[in-house]
Each structure stands twice: as C-alpha cells, then as structure tokens.
C-alpha cells in the first residue's frame, strides 16, 4: 500500500529521492541539464511529498506558488523499481489536493520530450499541452502542462 507523507524539502527521503532524479536527468537532458537544473533548486520547499511503500521511501513531488491562482510541481520522481504501481498518480494527486487548500486554482509543470512516461502521467491525469512558459519558451526539449484544481 501506497502513503503519502506531507512534510517540506528538509525531509531527508526527499533530498535523496532528488539527488536520484538530478542522476537520471543528467542522462536523459544530455547537454541541456545545466540549464535546467538551475531552475530545480530545493530550498525552502514548503509542500513537499514522500510517497511510501512499506515505509521505504519510493516517490515524490513538490509545488511552489507561481502566482496567485497557479503552483507549479516540481521534482516528480518515482525509483524505477517501484513504477507502475500508482505512485506517481497517487503523489501528483496529493499535490494538486493540497494545491486546492492552498486555494490555488491552477497547477502548471515542465518536464521533457525525453521522458514519454512523464508525458503519458500528465496526459492520462487531466493536464493539457500549453505553451511553455517563463524560462522555458524557445526551448525545444520541453513540454509544458496546465490542470485547473479549483474546486
């Protein structure tokens, strides 16, 4: 079974979640990862979740505000032994709930054409394709998604 613990980016299964994200991106970004990481800093994450099976930390996620009606979610990870067991559905709907307390009325994200099963998670949980936005307009690997969470 699946939980999902609310906790902020000093949670130290979230840091080593991240630091195993950071590993994979390096690969699948190639050339362009410097320019993405720097937009992926940790600090003073406020809303973070740790995803948890048999108390061993296997997935995560975060949102930070964007604006006043949008949060964007950040740093969406999943250990590849534990995908295709809802764990990364599970955490981004434990994102946009809270999203929703925080009255916040839109989630938006970023992630890349190198990762088709990132695409197919936000297709097939309600995201639509927008244009990329702030740092990420003009660039070629990025796909960028909007769900509105109002209730």
């Given at each position: 079974m699946i939980s999902i613990e609310r906790t902020t980016s000093e949670n130290p299964n979230f840091q080593q979640l991240v630091v195993l994200l950071d590993?994979?991106?390096?690969?699948?970004d190639g050339d362009e990862?410097?320019?993405y990481n720097q937009?992926?800093?940790i600090e003073n994450l406020q809303?973070?979740?740790v995803a948890y099976s048999e108390?061993?930390?296997?997935?995560?996620?975060?949102?930070?505000?964007?604006?006043?009606?949008?949060?964007?979610?950040?740093?969406m990870f999943v250990l590849p032994e534990a995908r295709g067991q809802g764990v990364a559905t599970k955490t981004l709907?434990?994102?946009e709930q809270w999203a929703r307390e925080l009255n916040y009325k839109k989630c938006i994200l970023e992630t890349g054409k190198r990762q088709p099963e990132?695409?197919?998670l936000y297709s097939k949980t309600g995201y639509e394709v927008i244009p990329n936005y702030g740092q990420y307009q003009g660039m070629e690997?990025?796909?960028?998604?909007?769900?509105?969470?109002e209730m």
């Open positions: 590993e994979y991106l390096r690969i699948t990862h410097a320019f937009y992926n800093n809303e973070v979740v108390n061993l930390a296997v997935g995560c996620g975060a949102i930070k505000p964007y604006d006043s009606d949008t949060v964007e979610i950040k740093r709907s434990a994102l990132a695409i197919a690997n990025s796909v960028c998604f909007l769900k509105q969470v």
